[in-house]
């Protein structure tokens, strides 16, 4: 196990090295489906020359990073190269809690196995599959083309991930201390992760054996505390950009940016076109229909997954990933590498092939249809927007579809595979 | 599909260099020869002393007595109100200014100056309502918005340096306002909106469309031009316009604001049709306060109407250098406006001193030298409030026949260029090019550049570089744009090696516009002025300040941008906005179904026939068929 992965670091680390050496690196970090204006590096570079000029970085639109970041970033422009290869092995923690995830999932089955018919033995995985799933999720995140080219680019989205990707590891083993200022710190990066709140507390609830009932003083006390504990991370990190910046600036400069879309640079999101096009009168009332999207399923996934908070995560960071306002492919990078997790649920997935000849061809056409339109002038602007919706077309249904074959696999958990009609014959399952 | 749309730039370059002895640098006076034009526009003052006034006032005064000997001593004309009777509280002078440029263009420049030494802010309170020489609408402007000083110019055309020298007064393309406010105004923006509204109307032109997207304040850059010693530069407001189209419906609101309208006087040759037929028209309101005597007890108000015209007849009439006033204007002057004080015609005959190149008819006796943009110049003067300029046949025609080709023409002083780089609709670069001539003279220039919000400007990957070396600008304010708010503003003080070629760039990103600007151009405007204050002395203290020792700056524009910007494509936004809100709602009807919906067993219903039947058996109360 050691030895692959190390092998596999080696490798991750001598792609991206190569690639930041070579002359591709500077037509990657302008590529707009992998830098976005809130995480774009030459946007950090101007935030950072115009604070050496004596100007406030946010009283541009140029500058949407947080505060911190820019600290951060000030203290280490020069080594910022070794600070995006170092941020995408944070996400190999993501791999390390499967091994744990699984295991509690295998101790859960040997004192339940009595309750699963028998026939549902092949729906288990075995050790041997859940050995390598670690190393297939390292796999899966630090050769994916998409984290390579945010790493290459510099996108500051490699270290947001990064965040989630801790927060989800101190998840899972059970700190809740450090889950909170992780998660408080990853809403401060770019506010989504709000939604992590619900399946984080989830986890914690099912990790301490407390039931979700809203009449015991248990639960309460445990939301509360995990409540405070993210709220009190999030005040004390805001409060501390105040004091390094002196002002609320970024807080309309960050957040408003996030929300409002102001910048319609194209990107592989739903929000640009649709604004471009949008007329001025029904723009505010549009951007909320689109901006809840993210956070409008938290409620019900939670209570439909309430037992599942590992897949709910999944879920979460799929839709924020979807439904945000100025996405990238790294973001898209890291619901992916949760994909080697759920192999288990590939024999119930519909449309799996369909899905990723669609994502694989988008992906092509991406940089075809851009260059068809911006350098070439034989395309228009339809043209980019119509991969992009396709794209997300892909990314909704693989989405939906990994839900549906988690659901599927779950009924077949209870009431076995091989279900039969009342007549005996076989029967075929439907939503209902 | 990509849109072209109209990028305008704009670089003013204002040059102040204190020559101690021009006469004696013969290098100098060599490559000044060509770049340097009737009118010096002299020291911009920003401490408010008038000794350097009163010295020229004096000077003016002596050598007015010269002006019938031309035997090569200093002689000048001016306009000095000094000779003016007493009473008289306003007066008017008008002068046009001829000069055969090296192309084989002529060079016509009006202008018409009213003083009046009334004080338009500080009388608030009795209100100004008695008007003579000054137009009221003006008048009235200023008190209301307590405009301290306002410069308004509109352009047809570039100004071809390299080919033309420097203007008298410099100009960008389409509309230019830049207006001091008073020290006491407090909603300085509120004013400056309806300023512009109101001098749309007044100008008829679309200087209504100034907003706060173009409109910036330049920090030091554009420092007032008459009296006052403010410097707060959030009383300067500057906006250009780009692509504002001048025609007649702006010559004559131009026109009528004049004393004499278009009745007499140097007016009646602005015949809009020969106007407009040049290769380069612009006209000019220039307003300012001036100091009315040497202590400096009393404000004047000064008006000063220019108007700008290049011909082209050598290019569009036969090859033929000839020209004269009936040929260019399709009339001749028949007499003086009667109110002026002064009016009177020059023709530059710096290049032919001894008549070998061209022959003026009628000739004159009356010589004027004056130095222009640090340059020595010959004129030769007609008086048209004397009689004896109309001849017997009481109309004066100016004609000027060539007898040989004129010499080559030396390179401007200073000269800047500009362009965009790059190619796509994603990325470029801004590249500005400012050449200095001088062989061993280093220039400070203060460049300004206002880039509007849809050009996401990297300040950066700003660099300066001279002579392939960096050259750090000593001073650099910007204030980078905010999306459909505020334009990027960017000024700096670079120093210009002498004989070099300095090179600004900076990158920037266009980014995705918006339907609503379709139809707007872009203003990015740069401006470049030293600090190199050597003379406390009002500026434009005559049409022609005459000072040997001349330290004079020069304002430089470039040519306008056009940067082509990625356009979302309207010929179908409702197909965009159905085709996304389907997406979106494919993601909600599938998760919709997952989270509502439980698996269940797919019993399939009965047939139709077998329904219909236990449908009939359970109303007959039989047993159902199974």
Same mark, same amino acid.
């Given at each position: 196990?050691?030895?692959?992965?190390?092998?596999?670091?080696?490798?991750?680390?001598?792609?991206?090295?190569?690639?930041?050496?070579s002359?591709?690196?500077?037509?990657?970090?302008?590529?707009?489906?992998?830098?976005?204006?809130?995480?774009?590096?030459?946007?950090?570079?101007?935030?950072?020359?115009?604070l050496?000029?004596?100007?406030?970085p946010?009283?541009?639109?140029?500058?949407?990073?947080?505060?911190?970041?820019?600290?951060?970033?000030?203290?280490?422009?020069?080594?910022?190269?070794?600070?995006?290869?170092?941020s995408?092995?944070?996400?190999?923690?993501?791999?390390? =809690?499967?091994?744990?995830?699984?295991?509690f999932?295998?101790?859960?089955?040997?004192?339940?196995s009595?309750?699963?018919p028998?026939?549902?033995?092949?729906?288990?995985r075995?050790p041997?599959?859940?050995?390598?799933?670690?190393?297939?999720?390292?796999?899966?995140?630090?050769l994916?083309?998409?984290?390579?080219l945010?790493?290459?680019?510099?996108?500051?989205?490699?270290?947001?991930?990064?965040?989630?990707?801790?927060?989800?590891?101190?998840?899972?083993?059970g700190?809740?201390?450090?889950?909170?200022?992780?998660?408080?710190?990853?809403?401060?990066?770019?506010?989504?992760?709000l939604?992590?709140?619900?399946?984080?507390?989830?986890f914690?609830?099912q990790?301490?054996?407390?039931?979700?009932?809203?009449?015991?003083s248990?639960?309460?006390?445990?939301t509360?505390?995990?409540? =405070?504990?993210y709220? /009190?991370?999030l005040?004390?990190?805001?409060g501390?950009?105040?004091?390094?910046?002196?002002?609320?600036?970024?807080?309309?400069?960050?957040?408003?940016?996030?929300?409002?879309?102001?910048?319609?640079?194209?990107?592989?999101?739903?929000?640009?076109y649709?604004?471009?096009?949008?007329?001025?009168?029904?723009?505010?009332?549009?951007?909320?229909?689109?901006?809840?999207?993210?956070?409008f399923?938290?409620?019900?996934?939670?209570?439909?997954?309430?037992?599942?908070?590992?897949?709910?995560?999944?879920?979460?960071?799929?839709?924020?990933?979807?439904?945000?306002?100025?996405?990238?492919? /790294?973001?898209?990078?890291?619901?992916?590498?949760?994909?080697?997790?759920?192999?288990?649920?590939?024999?119930?997935?519909?449309n799996?092939?369909?899905?990723?000849?669609?994502?694989?061809?988008?992906?092509a056409?991406?940089?075809?249809?851009?260059?068809?339109?911006?350098?070439a002038?034989?395309?228009?602007?339809?043209f980019y927007?119509?991969?992009?919706?396709l =794209?997300?077309?892909?990314q909704?249904?693989?989405?939906?579809?990994?839900f549906?074959?988690?659901?599927?696999?779950?009924?077949?958990?209870?009431?076995?595979?091989?279900?039969?009609?009342?007549?005996?014959?076989?029967?075929?399952?439907?939503l209902? | 599909?990509?849109?072209?749309?109209?990028?305008l730039?704009?670089?003013?370059?204002?040059?102040?260099?204190?020559?101690?002895?021009?006469?004696?640098?013969?290098t100098?006076?060599?490559?000044?020869?060509?770049?340097?034009t009737?009118?010096?526009?002299?020291?911009?003052?920003?401490? !408010?002393?008038?000794?350097?006034?009163?010295?020229?006032?004096?000077q003016?005064?002596?050598?007015?007595?010269?002006?019938?000997?031309?035997?090569?001593?200093?002689?000048?004309?001016?306009?000095?109100?000094?000779?003016?009777?007493?009473?008289?509280?306003?007066?008017?002078?008008?002068?046009?200014?001829?000069?055969?440029?090296?192309?084989?263009?002529?060079?016509?420049?009006?202008?018409?100056?009213?003083?009046?030494?009334?004080?338009?802010?500080?009388?608030?309170?009795?209100?100004?309502?008695?008007?003579?020489?000054?137009?009221?609408?003006? !008048?009235q402007?200023?008190?209301?918005?307590?405009?301290?000083?306002?410069?308004?110019?509109f352009?047809?055309?570039?100004w071809?340096?390299?080919?033309?020298?420097?203007?008298?007064?410099?100009?960008?393309?389409?509309?230019?306002?830049?207006?001091?406010?008073?020290?006491?105004?407090?909603?300085?923006?509120?004013?400056?909106?309806?300023?512009?509204?109101?001098?749309?109307?007044?100008?008829?032109?679309?200087?209504n469309?100034?907003?706060?997207t173009?409109t910036?304040q330049?920090?030091?850059?554009?420092?007032?031009?008459?009296?006052?010693?403010?410097?707060?530069?959030?009383?300067?407001?500057?906006?250009?316009?780009p692509?504002?189209?001048?025609?007649?419906?702006?010559?004559?609101?131009?026109?009528?604001?004049?004393?004499?309208?278009?009745?007499?006087?140097?007016?009646?040759?602005?015949?809009?049709?020969?106007?407009f037929?040049?290769?380069?028209?612009?006209?000019?309101?220039?307003?300012?306060?001036?100091?009315?005597?040497?202590?400096?007890?009393?404000?004047?108000?000064?008006?000063?109407?220019?108007?700008?015209?290049?011909?082209?007849?050598?290019?569009?009439?036969?090859?033929?250098?000839?020209?004269?006033?009936f040929?260019?204007?399709?009339?001749?002057?028949?007499?003086?406006?009667?109110?002026?004080?002064?009016?009177?015609?020059?023709?530059?005959?710096?290049?032919?001193p001894?008549?070998?190149?061209?022959?003026?008819?009628?000739?004159?006796?009356?010589?004027?030298?004056?130095?222009?943009?640090?340059?020595?110049r010959?004129?030769s003067?007609?008086?048209?409030?004397?009689?004896?300029?109309?001849?017997?046949?009481?109309?004066?025609?100016?004609?000027?026949?060539?007898?040989?080709?004129?010499?080559?023409?030396l390179?401007?002083?200073?000269?800047a260029?500009?362009?965009?780089?790059?190619?796509?609709?994603?990325?470029?670069?801004?590249?500005t090019?400012?050449?200095?001539?001088?062989?061993?003279?280093?220039?400070?220039?203060?460049?300004?550049?206002?880039?509007?919000?849809?050009?996401?400007l990297y300040v950066?990957?700003?660099?300066?570089?001279?002579?392939?070396?960096?050259?750090?600008p000593?001073y650099?304010?910007?204030?980078?744009?905010?999306?459909r708010?505020?334009?990027?503003?960017?000024?700096?003080?670079?120093q210009?090696?002498?004989?070099?070629?300095?090179?600004?760039?900076?990158?920037f990103?266009?980014?995705l516009?918006?339907?609503?600007?379709?139809?707007?151009a872009?203003?990015?405007?740069?401006?470049?002025?030293?600090?190199?204050?050597?003379?406390?002395?009002?500026?434009?203290?005559?049409?022609v300040?005459?000072?040997?020792?001349?330290?004079?700056?020069?304002?430089?524009?470039?040519?306008?941008?056009?940067?082509n910007?990625?356009?979302?494509?309207?010929?179908?936004?409702?197909?965009?906005?159905?085709?996304?809100?389907?997406?979106?709602?494919v993601?909600?009807?599938?998760?919709y179904?997952?989270?509502?919906?439980?698996?269940q067993?797919?019993?399939?219903?009965?047939?139709?026939?077998?329904?219909?039947?236990?449908?009939?058996?359970?109303?007959?109360?039989?047993?159902?068929?199974?």
């Open positions: 196990m050691a030895a692959p992965l190390t092998l596999l670091l080696i490798v991750a680390v001598t792609i991206r090295a190569v690639l930041f050496r002359s591709l690196a500077e037509l990657i970090s302008e590529r707009v489906e992998v830098v976005s204006p809130l995480n774009a590096w030459k946007r950090v570079v101007e935030g950072l020359a115009l050496d000029l004596g100007v406030s946010y009283s541009g639109d140029v500058f949407h990073e947080t505060p911190l970041m820019i600290y951060l970033f000030h203290f280490t422009v020069d080594y910022a190269e070794i600070v995006f290869m170092v995408p092995y944070f996400v190999d923690c993501l791999s390390c =809690f499967l091994a744990p995830l699984d295991r999932r295998k101790q859960k089955y040997a004192l339940e009595d309750r699963y028998a026939d549902c033995l092949e729906l288990l075995s041997k599959e859940m050995f390598y799933i670690p190393l297939k999720v390292a796999m899966f995140y630090l994916n083309p998409f984290t390579i945010s790493c290459v680019a510099k996108s500051t989205c490699g270290l947001n991930n990064a965040i989630i990707a801790l927060f989800i590891f101190c998840t899972l083993k700190s809740a201390l450090l889950s909170g200022i992780l998660l408080a710190l990853a809403t401060y990066q770019s506010i989504y992760p939604t992590l709140f619900a399946p984080a507390l989830l914690f609830l990790r301490l054996y407390i039931p979700v009932n809203l009449r015991r248990s639960f309460w006390f445990f509360l505390q995990y409540a =405070f504990i709220v /009190g991370s005040v004390v990190i805001t501390l950009s105040f004091f390094l910046l002196g002002s609320w600036d970024f807080i309309p400069s960050v957040y408003g940016f996030i929300f409002s879309v102001p910048d319609l640079t194209p990107n592989i999101g739903l929000f640009w649709f604004f471009a096009e949008m007329f001025e009168h029904f723009r505010l009332f549009f951007i909320c229909v689109f901006q809840i999207n993210v956070f399923y938290t409620i019900p996934l939670s209570i439909k997954l309430k037992e599942h908070p590992v897949f709910l995560i999944f879920m979460q960071i799929a839709i924020i990933s979807i439904f945000k306002s100025y996405p990238t492919v /790294g973001d898209v990078a890291l619901y992916m590498a949760f994909l080697p997790a759920w192999s288990h649920l590939y024999r119930f997935l519909r799996i092939f369909l899905v990723s000849c669609v994502l694989l061809a988008c992906s056409l991406f940089p075809v249809l851009w260059h068809l339109w911006i350098y002038g034989s395309a228009n602007s339809n927007y119509a991969i992009t919706l =794209f997300n077309f892909g909704i249904l693989l989405v939906s579809d990994y549906y074959a988690y659901l599927r696999r779950e009924h077949h958990l209870i009431h076995g595979l091989y279900l039969k009609k009342k007549d005996g014959t076989e029967a075929t399952l439907v209902k | 599909m990509a849109a072209h749309r109209c990028g730039s704009l670089v003013c370059i204002l040059i102040f260099s204190s020559l101690a002895h021009p006469s004696s640098c013969d100098l006076e060599k490559a000044n020869d060509n770049t340097a009737k009118r010096s526009i002299s020291e911009v003052n920003t401490d !408010g002393s008038v000794a350097g006034e009163d010295m020229n006032e004096r003016w005064q002596s050598t007015d007595v010269e002006v019938n000997r031309s035997d090569g001593t200093k002689t000048s004309e001016t306009f000095t109100p000094a000779p003016a009777p007493a009473p008289a509280r306003d007066q008017f002078q008008e002068e046009l200014v001829i000069r055969p440029l090296h192309s084989g263009d002529i060079y016509a420049s009006f202008q018409f100056r009213t003083l009046w030494d009334t004080d338009f802010l500080q009388e608030r309170q009795k209100k100004v309502s008695h008007y003579r020489l000054f137009p009221k609408s003006l !008048g402007v200023l008190s209301k918005f307590s405009v301290r000083e306002l410069h308004i110019s352009t047809q055309g570039f071809r340096t390299m080919q033309w020298g420097q203007p008298f007064i410099p100009s960008p393309p389409g509309a230019e306002l830049w207006v001091w406010f008073h020290h006491t105004v407090s909603d300085v923006d509120g004013n400056w909106k309806e300023l512009t509204n109101v001098l749309s109307g007044i100008f008829c032109a679309s200087l469309f100034i907003d706060m173009n910036v330049p920090s030091a850059s554009f420092k007032p031009l008459g009296l006052g010693n403010a410097t707060d530069h959030r009383f300067l407001r500057y906006a250009t316009l692509r504002e189209i001048v025609c007649t419906e702006n010559l004559t609101p131009w026109k009528k604001l004049l004393p004499c309208g278009s009745k007499a006087g140097l007016a009646v040759l602005m015949k809009s049709e020969k106007l037929h040049s290769s380069f028209h612009s006209q000019a309101v220039h307003i300012r306060p001036i100091c009315q005597d040497e202590q400096c007890t009393s404000k004047a108000w000064e008006l000063r109407q220019t108007l700008n015209v290049v011909f082209d007849h050598y290019t569009s009439g036969q090859g033929k250098k000839e020209w004269s006033l040929k260019m204007f399709s009339r001749t002057l028949t007499e003086a406006c009667p109110l002026a004080s002064s009016s009177k015609v020059y023709v530059d005959i710096t290049d032919n001894e008549g070998e190149l061209f022959e003026l008819s009628p000739a004159t006796h009356l010589l004027s030298r004056a130095v222009v943009l640090g340059d020595r010959t004129y003067v007609y008086d048209l409030t004397r009689a004896e300029t109309f001849g017997q046949l009481r109309s004066f025609n100016l004609l000027l026949r060539w007898k040989g080709d004129s010499g080559d023409m390179r401007p002083l200073l000269h260029e500009r362009y965009v780089a790059g190619f796509g609709l994603q990325t470029g670069e801004i590249h090019v400012i050449y200095n001539n001088h062989p061993y003279r280093a220039f400070p220039v203060l460049l300004m550049d206002s880039v509007p919000w849809y050009l996401q950066h990957t700003l660099t300066v570089t001279s002579k392939s070396r960096d050259n750090k000593s650099i304010h910007y204030q980078p744009a905010k999306d708010h505020r334009p990027h503003l960017l000024e700096m003080l670079i210009l090696p002498p004989h070099s070629m300095t090179e600004v760039t900076v990158q990103e266009r980014a516009i918006l339907k609503d600007l379709t139809s707007s872009l203003v990015p405007s740069m401006v470049a002025m030293s600090t190199n204050f050597t003379q406390d002395q009002p500026l434009f203290s005559s049409f300040p005459v000072k040997e020792e001349s330290s004079y700056f020069v304002r430089v524009y470039t040519e306008p941008l056009l940067v910007l990625p356009t979302p494509d309207f010929s179908m936004p409702y197909n965009v906005i159905c085709l996304t809100c389907t997406v979106v709602a993601g909600y009807g599938s998760f179904n997952l989270l509502t919906r439980t698996f067993v797919d019993e399939p219903s009965p047939p139709l026939a077998k329904r219909l039947a236990n449908f009939i058996r359970r109303i007959r109360g039989v047993p159902l068929l199974a």
